[in-house]
């Protein structure tokens, strides 16, 4: 007799916690979802003469690369349940702005996450986060690509005045990999403290073979859940039902 197989949705954040223990620390209290996904975590003094960041007693961290000299940009945290797991692929591709994970829910198809913070780099040959995930050969699978993007343009700023000079290289490489965009070019996903200057430099993507599987939902820019960031909370529900 065939076991019957049930799976839930999973919830997902994705926040900028400005490298602040109290953003990162609300955040994991207050997100109640599956799986956080925060761009500049807070990084520093855990104790005992040891760097980390924050241990919580609902969720388990994936760090990216770590190294001695740099503190990463980029920190996944995921609740641990019985239908669904989340496991870094370092044998795509390594690197302390971005990492690559595969969530895998069983009996549906494998979905790999790209989560990425885009920062110039003076100390690594002038180097941008994009142009280190550029040459990185993507699976032949559903793909999911969210972030800081720290990138202007008219394709998903209906606002933006001023292209950024990496912009054209992404959207070639975004039409290269069949990606599609999901926010809505009109509602900004940064604004400055000074209320000043708005944007939209948090993008998340899918791919066509994510898009046919139809199992992205309730897509959302929400300021109400920005929880003392100056980036919007993003979430979307991966669901197969």
Not at 167 to 173: K, R, S, T, V
Not at 204 to 215: F, K, R
Not at 221 to 226: A, F, P, Q
Request: aromatic letters at 10%; a negative charge; proline letters at 7%.
């Amino acid at each position: 007799m065939q076991r019957h197989i049930t799976t839930s949705p999973i919830q997902v954040a994705h926040h900028n916690a400005y490298r602040a223990n109290h953003a990162q620390t609300v955040a994991l209290d207050q997100c109640n979802t599956d799986i956080i996904f925060f761009t500049e975590p807070w990084w520093g003094d855990i104790g005992d003469n040891n760097v980390g960041s924050i241990a919580h007693r609902d969720y388990t961290c994936i760090p990216p690369l770590i190294t001695p000299t740099r503190r990463p940009c980029v920190l996944t945290y995921y609740r641990q349940r019985a239908d669904f797991i989340l496991i870094p692929r370092p044998d795509i591709a390594q690197d302390h702005d971005f990492q690559i994970l595969e969530l895998r829910q069983h009996p549906h198809p494998p979905i790999l996450i790209i989560h990425i913070y885009n920062q110039l780099l003076h100390d690594v040959d002038d180097s941008w986060t994009f142009l280190r995930l550029l040459p990185v050969l993507l699976p032949d699978m559903p793909i999911i690509y969210g972030g800081d993007s720290n990138m202007h343009h008219l394709n998903w700023d209906i606002a933006c005045t001023r292209p950024s000079p990496l912009a054209p290289q992404f959207l070639e490489w975004m039409d290269r990999n069949k990606f599609t965009i999901l926010n809505d070019p009109e509602q900004h996903t940064f604004c400055s403290r000074d209320n000043t200057a708005r944007s939209v430099i948090d993008i998340i993507m899918v791919n066509d073979l994510l898009a046919a599987l139809d199992c992205i939902h309730h897509f959302s820019v929400d300021w109400d859940r920005c929880l003392t960031s100056d980036h919007a909370g993003i979430f979307w529900t991966v669901d197969f039902a």
